[in-house]
């Protein structure tokens, strides 16, 4: 049997042979470090891409991940209850839209702010008032956090509590309050026109003629005036200067009807509210001179200087009248509406006041009575 013969190669030939296979190995591995290279590269760019936020990297591949559409921004928060502190509330809520036109469709709500120890027992007349506006409001409850509020299912007080803290009177903590309301309501971007309102109020006109005064008016509604007795100026102490001067002191009620740059305005706030809570301590009653002076250094122009809840405080005394069963006529609340004159709009105007307090819980069956004839709602 015959072997294969192989000649020998000449000396030469094993050497270009050797050299080839040199060759071969280097550019395979050249092109693996290539390929390896460029799906490192890709990757990181995708991640990138992903991190900026921008639409490109993961989100062209159809199916996988949606792209971010302008809904994720204006979406008002799905449930009131949330587990974020003053701080990062109020940091959240200060963010505001620079643009002056929505490009998107935007119903201007008014949020109603109900400030409550516990419950609201003159739900039943409000109820009537809301009915069938429900596009145009929302509602806000802070109450005493060990207070749980039963509504129905059906009631738009429905889980409309924010997360809330306790309060104490003339403290600090009811400034703490109205900002905690002003922030949750300010994380729903249709929210135009905030309303602080107690469980003792109630609406004088139909939701109709609240919500037109409202949205055409050009200032925000605040009492803030300078009082030069012991009870204004004689609050003020020199410490606040030089954030607050003696001539910037303002006085007025809390119960305020602002927009929403006024809100932000106050949500915003870091300037003025370590000089209240450290320098109005009673005697100085701080929710009767924090925003009041705190809005009139900062936006004074844009300012009416008065409520438009409407309160008596003819009786005299620390405390305005409060109204019980007895005191509600028809007379009596034509009595409230009528004879009055302020400026609206830098106009003359006899329509002053949208909201009235103090009616305490037996005075309900006779406003429900009244208000279809005096009130026009229910
Ligand atoms: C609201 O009240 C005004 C008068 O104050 C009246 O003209 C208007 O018809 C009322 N609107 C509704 C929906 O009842
Ligand atoms: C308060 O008054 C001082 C001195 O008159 C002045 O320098 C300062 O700017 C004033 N502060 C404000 C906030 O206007
Ligand atoms: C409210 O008062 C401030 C000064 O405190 C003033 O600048 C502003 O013009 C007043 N607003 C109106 C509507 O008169």
């Known amino acids: 049997m015959a072997a294969p013969i192989h000649p020998p190669l000449p000396p030469k030939e094993i050497q270009q042979r050797h050299y080839f296979k040199f060759l071969r190995h280097v550019t395979l591995k050249l092109l693996l470090f290539l390929l390896v290279l460029a799906v490192g590269l890709s990757l990181i760019a995708m991640s990138k891409s992903r991190f900026l936020g921008a639409d490109g990297g993961l989100g062209f591949i159809p199916g996988l991940i949606e792209p971010i559409s302008l809904n994720l921004w204006i979406r008002p928060p799905w449930s009131l209850i949330h587990d ?14 620079q643009r002056k036109n929505y490009p998107f469709k935007r119903i201007p709500r008014i949020a109603f702010m109900f400030l409550t120890k516990g419950p609201l027992p003159l739900y039943p007349l409000w109820e009537k008032f809301f009915e069938g506006h429900e596009l145009f409001y929302s509602i806000y409850i802070h109450s005493m956090p060990s207070y749980q509020a039963v509504f129905p299912r059906s009631s738009p007080f429905y889980g409309r509590q924010i997360p809330s803290q306790v309060v104490e009177w003339g403290k600090m903590s009811v400034c703490d309050a109205e900002r905690r309301l002003l922030a949750n309501a300010l994380l729903d971007f249709s929210n135009e026109w905030f309303l602080l309102l107690s469980e003792t109020c109630i609406p004088l006109y139909n939701f109709s003629r609240i919500h037109s005064y409202l949205v055409r008016s050009r200032h925000s509604f605040i009492s803030a005036f300078d009082d030069p007795g012991e009870y204004g100026r004689g609050r003020y102490n020199h410490r606040m200067a030089p954030e607050v001067n003696l ?5 007025g009620s809390q119960w305020f009807q602002i927009n929403r740059a006024a809100a932000v305005a106050i949500v915003k706030d870091e300037t003025f509210y370590p000089k209240f809570r450290d320098f109005c301590l009673p005697h100085c009653y701080v929710d009767e001179h924090y925003f ?3 809005l009139t250094i900062e936006i004074a122009d844009q300012l009416a200087n008065r409520s438009l809840t409407w309160v008596d405080w003819s009786r005299g005394g620390p405390h305005p009248a409060t109204f019980g069963e007895w005191d509600i006529s028809e007379s009596f609340l034509r009595g409230i509406l009528e004879g009055q004159s302020c400026l609206y709009n830098g106009q003359r105007s006899t329509l002053c006041h949208l909201f009235a307090r103090k009616f305490s819980p037996s005075a309900l069956p006779p406003l429900l009575e009244f208000s279809p004839v005096v009130l026009g709602f229910g």
Do not use: G, H
């Open 84 to 97: 974020m502190t003053d701080e990062e509330l109020f940091w959240r809520a200060s963010l505001a839209p």
């Open 247 to 251: 001539s910037q002191w303002r006085k």
């Open 292 to 294: 009041p002076t705190m």
